[in-house]
Structures are given as C-alpha cells and as structure tokens.
C-alpha cells in the first residue's frame, strides 16, 4: 500500500512539473546561458588563444596578412616554391593559386541591392588543415576562395612538418613576398633526435631563418605578388 501510494504521488508531481513547463514566458538569460546552461564549455574562462591552441590540436592553423592600402588596380599572383635539399624543384599544378588575378574584390550596394562596385582587397587568410601525407590549404579575400595542397615527405621516422609566418610583408610593386613557410624536421645527430628550430616571427632573425631552410631537407615558401 505505501508502495502504491508514493507511486500516486510522484505521477502527480510529475503531471505538475509537465503542467509548469507548458506555460511559456520569455527567456530572459544570456545567449551563453541558453546555449550552455549546464556551463560545461566553463566558456567565461576561454579566451581565443585557448580556441587556437584547440584548432592546431586538430590539424588547423589560421593566418592572417593585413595589406598595405592599394590606390590602383595591380595584378596579383600567390606561389608556391617547394624545396629539396635546399634546390627548388618544379613547381606542380597541385600546389598553386591559379585563380588569384589581381588585388579588387565586387561588393553589393548597401543601399541598393541592385548594384555593384568595386574596392581593394585589404587582407589575405590562409587556413590549413594538416592530413597524413597533405597540408591543405585555403585562402580567402573577401569574395575569392582559392586552394592548394602541400604534399609531404616521409624522409624518416618520426619527422614532422611545422608552419612559420613572416611578420614584415608590405608588398612592394614586382617584387615576391614570403608570407609562409612549411618545412620539414631534420634530424639532430648529437641529441639524436628530431629538431624543428627557428624563430616563429621569420623577419625577426634572418640568421636563424636562414639556419631554418638550411636544415631542413623539405620546404615550401608561399609568397604573393604585385605587379602592373
């Protein structure tokens, strides 16, 4: 009998807590709060270099060069120069930007959805995504998308390949600009082991860059240009 009647109860308890979720009334906590109401993201401790570090966890970097203003309409190439043994080696269709044509972008009328006009691209991102024998990689202005794929080297056990960014690369009218670097580990035979050394800022230290692409037996360099 006590059985049957703490049954009776709890039915009716949970008829109520039904009846009470029926009734709607304005959520009025926070975004985070209704997205993650649990807190289990603890989201009010993650800040963005947490999000980065999670992303090259996965196989993802992002890199970004702000341009310097344009004032005319230049064509504009990015390349793709890979190395062996510190030789540059033919470049293949897999590993270029063909599409990239010059520094404008077309963007619609803010205020009539009719028409067009065209500005100067301000900034080139690159994304990559690292794979067993690839980097892929994409790069993005504000209306282009274009790829390419790195392939890597199984030069020995154990090596891996690391990307390097350049600090300084305002453009500078029919010259090439290295904007990155993908190189392979060497091989340290005093330590015996794996060694990938070298400034993470490439136009910090142009003897320890330099010691970079020296050392390492595969590389690519990714560079744009801007010409009339």
């Known amino acids: 009998m006590k059985n049957r009647i703490a049954a009776i109860i709890l039915t009716i308890l949970a008829t109520a807590l039904c009846a009470a979720g029926?009734?709607?009334?304005?959520?009025?906590?926070p975004q985070a709060d209704k997205r993650d109401g649990l807190g289990m993201y603890q989201a009010e401790k993650v800040d963005m270099l947490h999000l980065l570090g999670a992303l090259e966890i996965a196989g993802i970097r992002i890199f970004n060069f702000p341009l310097e203003p344009f004032?005319?309409?230049?064509?504009?190439?990015?390349?793709?120069?890979e190395y062996v043994d510190g030789k540059e080696v033919e470049q293949g269709a897999a590993n270029s930007f063909d599409c990239f044509q010059d520094n404008t972008y077309i963007h619609p009328d803010m205020e009539d959805t009719g028409r067009y006009y065209t500005d100067y691209i301000e900034s080139l991102t690159f994304y990559t995504k690292e794979a067993d024998s690839t980097s892929k990689i994409r790069c993005d202005t504000y209306t282009m998308r274009v790829?390419?794929?790195?392939?890597?080297?199984?030069?020995?056990?154990?090596?891996f390949y690391q990307w390097r960014s350049y600090g300084k690369t305002?453009?500078?009218?029919?010259?090439?600009?290295?904007?990155?670097?993908?190189?392979?580990?060497?091989?340290d035979d005093k330590y015996k082991i794996e060694r990938f050394c070298g400034v993470v800022d490439l136009s910090?230290?142009?003897?320890?860059?330099?010691?970079?692409?020296?050392?390492?037996?595969?590389?690519?360099?990714?560079?744009?240009?801007?010409?009339?």
């Open 170 to 187: 305002d453009w500078k009218q029919g010259e090439e600009i290295p904007l990155l670097v993908y190189a392979s580990s060497w091989w």
């Open 22 to 29: 029926q009734e709607y009334r304005k959520d009025k906590r």
């Open 147 to 159: 790829y390419a794929s790195l392939r890597k080297k199984t030069i020995r056990a154990g090596s």
């Open 204 to 228: 910090r230290d142009e003897a320890r860059t330099r010691e970079l692409l020296d050392m390492s037996p595969h590389y690519f360099v990714i560079t744009y240009k801007i010409f009339e």
């Open 71 to 81: 004032d005319k309409k230049y064509r504009m190439e990015i390349r793709v120069h």
